[in-house]
């Protein structure tokens, strides 16, 4: 067996040449990263790192932390790009699955936790906040950090104050506000009405009983939630620095942004319309990231007996039995299991849902689902060897795919519908890829890997002895599990290294901007969006941030930007103008996906 040492350095080392690499490859695309980047790009431009204003008159919706870091990434070349802009999100990500792995080890073995950590990469949500300019990959380091030395904080008695969970608490309040100690706390408070603070690994049976029903007296949880509820206020004192500071900049805006953000979403009362789904749709999005690793529970379906629904039903059957045996689980186990729900529960409260507000779920189900996989590729290996080959011969037709595209087999023009000319162009950049050094071994990536694992399963199922078949399969029981990372891993570098770039840069909006910067006068561009909180990022971005809103500046002259949509009601509310139309784009462009038109105007 490695040394913990060894296969940590390992897991870091995956993680940085799987995400920092390719963080330059693709524009931005849609409106969220150049979103967050423009604030990044006035902290430098104007010096102001408190409340800087950006995109022509607005405050930052999300405190300053991630624009920090991002600007203090950019800061050595001088200017935001995309890759320094994206950099907190990978460097906070492989961060916190080093911290995950080595939290497990310690109290499990290495092997598992390694599995974990690279289900948590390869999951697909995880690792698309991990190569983007958000906020949600440094909150959930944060809270998911701070989740893990709280338990530290419970297994060592719950003495003393948990500072280096506090400061990651503060970190993640200064992040995007009050969640970051919500969860935390929520989940480590929770685990000690289950199980009290005196967690002792190891202890079973009646020995666990008894440390339960001792522990759970209210005089012995007294002192545990009273340092909670310090930790929590300590959490907020650098938080508050900034707010006050913000506040003097920024006045009543400032805090009726604040108010809405974190109080009105919450109530879903917001004063536009933001992600509100049901309850199912948290559960959806968890499917759906957990790509392709979901696959494996759905084939694993086919292997269920008769018994397994027996078991199922004796636990339904009595309820009453629930607390006891959740109060008797192992302690890490069940602090995983509540950390887990405590976080896909509290985001099924407000209507405002994202997919990535579960993120800090992940790295919890990551664990409960490498030990689940450790069970089956025991017990059930045909189950993983399945799954093993679904991914091996996905790997094989993506490489091969993209390679049979470079010879222009099939015509862009072939593309017909609403979406032809986007569609076209996409097919066009995907034939454009080409046979260079590069792109020829981010092909063969995916091809030889899932060759390799394709005749690893065949040599494993022809063996023709028996006493050769039990070993073979006892060898493939124990490592299909990690075999099957060889495929995934592939298919991430071949599309996220070559495929997406193609596809998203696209739909960039940097061609549009230097078409403006060449034909009008940037300094006097004006722009006017109907929909609340909607600007043209990405074409901001790239001009950088040097296009004002109209209905604030209130100018005499100039040009104005505007989309097709919003034409008539703009022109019927502002006739002391005078519009006369210079340009407009030839097929819908930028985060409105509209015709996007340019007018000079003077004021009547």
């Not at 690994?201 to 509820?229: A, D, M, N, W, Y």
């Not at 779920?361 to 060897?385: D, S």
């Not at 470079?406 to 072939?414: E, G, I, N, R």
């Amino acid at each position: 067996m490695k040394s913990r040492k060894t296969m940590l350095a390992a897991v870091v080392a995956i993680c940085a040449a799987m995400l920092i690499t390719f963080l330059p490859l693709t524009e931005y695309n849609s409106k969220g990263e150049p979103r967050e980047a423009i604030v990044a790009v006035t902290m430098l431009k104007t010096g102001n790192w408190i409340l800087p204003v950006n995109n022509g008159g607005d405050i930052a919706y999300k405190p300053p932390l991630f624009h920090w870091t991002a600007a203090l990434c950019s800061l050595p070349q001088g200017y935001v790009s995309e890759a320094t802009s994206r950099l907190p999100s990978a460097l906070s990500l492989t961060a916190m699955i080093g911290l995950m792995f080595w939290f497990y080890s310690k109290r499990r073995d290495n092997s598992t936790a390694f599995l974990a950590a690279m289900l948590t990469l390869t999951s697909f949500e995880v690792y698309r906040s991990g190569v983007n300019c958000r906020v949600d990959m440094l909150l959930t380091m944060f809270i998911v950090f701070a989740i893990m030395l709280l338990y530290k904080w419970i297994e060592g008695g719950c003495r003393g104050i948990p500072l280096w969970a506090v400061l990651f608490m503060s970190g993640a309040v200064l992040t995007k506000g009050p969640v970051g100690i919500i969860l935390p706390c929520g989940v480590a408070g929770t685990f000690l009405l289950l199980r009290g603070r005196n967690v002792k690994e190891g202890t079973t049976g009646k020995e666990q009983c008894t440390v339960s029903c001792h522990s759970l007296s209210c005089s012995s949880l007294l002192r545990p939630f009273s340092i909670l509820l310090l930790s929590s206020v300590l959490a907020l004192i650098l938080p508050l620095c900034w707010y006050f500071a913000a506040y003097r900049q920024g006045g009543d805006e400032f805090l009726a942004l604040v108010y809405e953000e974190n109080v009105l979403r919450m109530l879903g009362k917001m004063s536009y319309e933001s992600h509100v789904h049901n309850v199912f749709y948290n559960f959806q999005t968890l499917m759906t990231g957990w790509l392709p690793w979901i696959l494996l529970p759905l084939v694993s379906l086919f292997f269920l007996r008769k018994k397994h629904f027996t078991y199922a039903r004796r636990f339904i059957d009595k309820p009453c039995g629930w607390l006891a045996r959740l109060r008797n689980m192992e302690p890490l186990e069940l602090y995983t299991w509540v950390a887990f729900i405590i976080v896909v529960a509290f985001y099924c409260i407000p209507k405002s849902k994202r997919s990535v507000y579960l993120l800090p779920a992940y790295p919890f189900m990551a664990w409960l689902l490498a030990e689940w996989i450790t069970r089956i590729a025991r017990r059930k290996p045909l189950a993983v060897k399945i799954f093993s080959g679904i991914m091996g011969v996905m790997a094989l037709l993506l490489g091969t795919v993209c390679a049979a595209l470079q010879f222009h087999l099939v015509a862009p023009d072939s593309f017909h519908g609403r979406h032809a000319w986007q569609n076209r162009q996409i097919f066009a950049a995907l034939q454009d890829i080409g046979f260079t050094p590069v792109s020829i071994l981010l092909m063969l990536v995916p091809i030889v890997a899932g060759i390799y694992v394709i005749v690893k399963l065949a040599r494993s199922s022809s063996r023709g002895t028996a006493s050769t078949v039990d070993t073979s399969k006892a060898k493939v029981g124990n490592n299909a599990h990690y075999l099957s990372l060889i495929p995934v891993t592939a298919i991430y570098v071949c599309l996220y290294g070559l495929l997406l770039p193609a596809i998203q840069n696209v739909k960039s909006d940097r061609p549009l901007a230097m078409e403006i910067s060449k034909t009008l006068p940037v300094d006097h561009l004006y722009s006017f969006v109907e929909e609340p909180m909607m600007h043209f990022f990405g074409t901001n971005f790239y001009l950088g941030d040097r296009i004002k809103q109209f209905e604030k500046s209130s100018p005499c002259h100039g040009f104005l930007m505007i989309a097709d949509g919003d034409r008539t009601a703009f022109f019927a509310r502002h006739t002391e103008y005078k519009f006369v139309e210079v340009n407009r784009t030839e097929h819908p462009a930028t985060e409105l996906k509209q015709i996007i038109y340019f007018y000079k105007f003077t004021a009547r």
